[in-house]
């Protein structure tokens, strides 16, 4: 299971295949491949073709929790934009939430067409369907950590708030095509992509990600609206964590969703909550039809900032998306992983083309939904329920009468659960290298609460960032320079480590060389507070010798482990042996 595959919070993952340990730390191949045979039924007898049904009771089931999920994605992304960094409504609803919604559709469709398509191939009617929605932890990192603060530098730099607005949209437009482009390459070479990096450079980095940012910062949000909040959360541990029962096998997510707007509304209109309640308006239905614009081209050096963070996200969702069809696999429903990858890049470059600016990715809980009795009707429903929803505006309204309180509390149990996985998922003996990969992380949350100049005025920042008491750099230099990137330093960190565990010294130096570059050059550590790129001989006074100084740094580390390793090997040990 990969963190970054958003696995729908209404549905528990299921139990992944066995699998042998490898002395590089990769999971050896599952059982399955050894039994594929039994698992799929082969005969030389002729099919016999039958009336295959578009829609069962059980795609009723699967509609419900993918929907919610989707829904719940949306609206953490508006009231991110515009309740954090007090982006205009109309742009959001109006300009990003079509396109998104557009992808989501298109994803849908073409899995619901490659399920049929195997069950009229198989002559099985119990083939379910890859589910396909918007990716949580990318989702939300794109709105904080890449709409909402160019949307704030813009602003910054002087721009007048609508013509930010627009910038910002065709920002998140480009973002997604980047995006699109690298899973479209790489989903031809998915696999070798995973032998390069271990898992727990994977795993972790996205696992610190969701500790920091999917659990601690929307764990505020919850708190910030205590009885809702911690209602709703409680439940949804109750039901998701604690695999408690609820009556008449009510979703738990649906059940937590309910009781916690009920709260907020109750609350608010019988005048207990909290001060400032206010119903949100009734707008109107608006019918808007993302049609492919230009506007992305516009948008693409404003990537060029985020491409530490965009980069990432896209490889991730490659490497999700091949875990996720060996998942499908092991429960019988034999998708080629290419296939299933490029639906996916498909969908995000139409989204990216047409003014969405969330990814989609296919979600980890197909063995799940196959359980619950969906088939490929499920996916058909919500593709179009959530399409035509952006087209006609009514997922828009659905999404502004959603209380934050009741929405944080599932993405902090996503963070929670990638956080868990980057642990489960990886061999035992790379635990500290997910951890080491969670630090980073945890640098640049501060930065993100540091940098609001509504705590620490622009000029004091400059002034602590270049500060320094002679025992060497400001703390505030430190942490930045940490934060910046921290997606990629947690990779490259986690792999050396990896390769340290594995008594591989030579292969944790030529990381750290690689590490090296990539600082000079503001990949990692940038010392640009924004996290942008440059070249290092363009830097001046301070800047120029953090810059340098990280560098020198790896270079350093990655020459002691040369060295190192031209030592005699070590003898092996005896059986038994202490």
Known sequence: AMPNAALPPSIAPPPAPSRLPSLTGRPAPSRFHATRAKTIPMSNAPVQPRPLPWIVAGDLNGFFGLVVDNLSILGFIAAALVGIFQFPAEVVFGRMFPGTALGVLVGNLVYTVMARRLALRSGRDDVTAMPLGLDAPTSIGMALLVLGPAYAGFTGQGMATDAAAMATWQLGMASLVVMGVLKLVLSFAGDWVTRVLPRAALLGSIGGAALALLGFLPLIETLRNPVVGIATLGLLLYV????GRLPWRVPGVFAAFVAGTALYYGLGLAGLGLPGFELPPLQPLAFVLPLPNAGFIAGLPYTVPYLPLLLPFGLLMVVGGINVAESARAAGDDYRTRDVLLAEAVSTLVAGFCGGVAQTTP????????????????TLLTGLFIGLGGVFGYVSMLVQWLPVAVLAPIIVYVG????L??????PRRHAPA????FLPAIAYLLVIKLGNPAWIPTATFAALYEGGDGHGLADLAAIVTLGNGFIITAMLWGTALVALVEQQPRRAAAVLLLAALLTLVGVVHSVDPRGGIY???SLQGVRATIAWQFAAAYAVLALLLGLLSLQAPRPAQAPGAH
């Open 363 to 378: 979600y980890i809980g197909q063995p799940a939904y196959k359980h619950m009795g969906a088939r490929h009707g499920y």
């Open 434 to 437: 997910v951890a080491l990969a």
């Open 535 to 537: 070249l290092p001989w």
């Open 421 to 426: 996985q980057a642990f489960h998922e990886s």
């Open 240 to 243: 998701l964590v604690g695999k």
């Open 416 to 419: 929670l659960d990638i956080t």
